[in-house]
């Protein structure tokens, strides 16, 4: 395999290396949504209780038997419900993401001798909430669509996001202990957004706190990983040959490309991570985000989230689905870092 990289410094702030990194970021997350899409549907109504299929949650049988029913009753396209509007997610989410990683790692480790595990944390970490800030809301609308399962309909990304849009959650019942709360809170209920636009963003908070472990956990345990696996004993079998390149006054450092079994092995292990220490605000996120399909329609807080899930199912609760959660991670991460640092190479970046 011949090196395609340019001989030369590389503009980190160019117009050229942020379009390349953004392209190869967002075919890396559609590449791995795609891999694991009928997981992704399965998992979302575990995490989300939907009734039609909370028989099937906390069992690794209830995953392939939960398929099984999806496929006889709804076909292929069952098992897929949602992934167009994945799709329109994820190649943003993942572009800007790798891309963000790119540019704030250029700025916090500006030379080999500054990567640091915290550095590497850092930068995922803000990478991560980057992203979430421009995607969130094609998270909720595909979310939103993975849960339908009425087969009276079929619903539609115009009609789901009328369905947002439009819904109200019921008038907050107030038990004040005098005057002055009972004002505030009637003031507080009338100014604050409920309904419409805002709609879009329930469970952002936890989102965003989730990110911070999930992003950061990612990348640092991928670059270390990558690290492990270009050690001077491992590299020979490790590593494909000369697809190095050495740091000088006319071209960056750029470490050899590793063999297919290692880079997905490496995004693998970057994956089951990441997934371990975030799934409980993952699962009270996807909680939050069918609020206004489950229940009494109550936009519930994190906190009141957190209290339910809680009290149906212990500490339990917080890890339904996270059998699911570590197949499906495995495939998915390892493809979408195989991908990303792949189409780096090929694009000479």
Known sequence: MRSVQPQRKVDKRSPEYVMKTGFAGGMAGCAAKTVVGPLDRVKILFQTSNPNFAKYAGSWTGVPIAMKDIYLTSGIRGLFKGHSATLLRIFPY??????AYEQIRARIIRNKHQETPSRRFISGSM????????????EVIRVRLAFETRQTHRSTLRSICRKIYNEHP???IHHPSNPVSATAGTVFEHVTLRHGLSNFFRGFTPTLLGMLPYAGASFLAHDTMSDFMRHPLLAPFTTLPNTSREESATTDHKPAQLRYWAELGTGGFAGFISQTVSYPLEVIRRRMQVGGVVGDG???????????????????GFFVGLTIGYVK???MVATSFY?????KYYLGI
Do not use: D
Request: proline residues 8%; aromatic residues 14%; without cysteine.
């Open 94 to 99: 993942a572009g800007i993401k790798f891309l």
């Open 127 to 138: 990478a991560g909430m980057v992203s979430v800030f421009f995607t969130y809301p094609l």
């Open 170 to 172: 019921p008038p907050t």
């Open 298 to 316: 109550h936009r519930l807080s994190i906190a009141e989230t957190t209290r339910r899930i809680w009290l149906e199912r212990g500490w339990r």
């Open 329 to 331: 991670v495995v495939p």
């Open 339 to 343: 991908v990303y640092e792949r189409g």
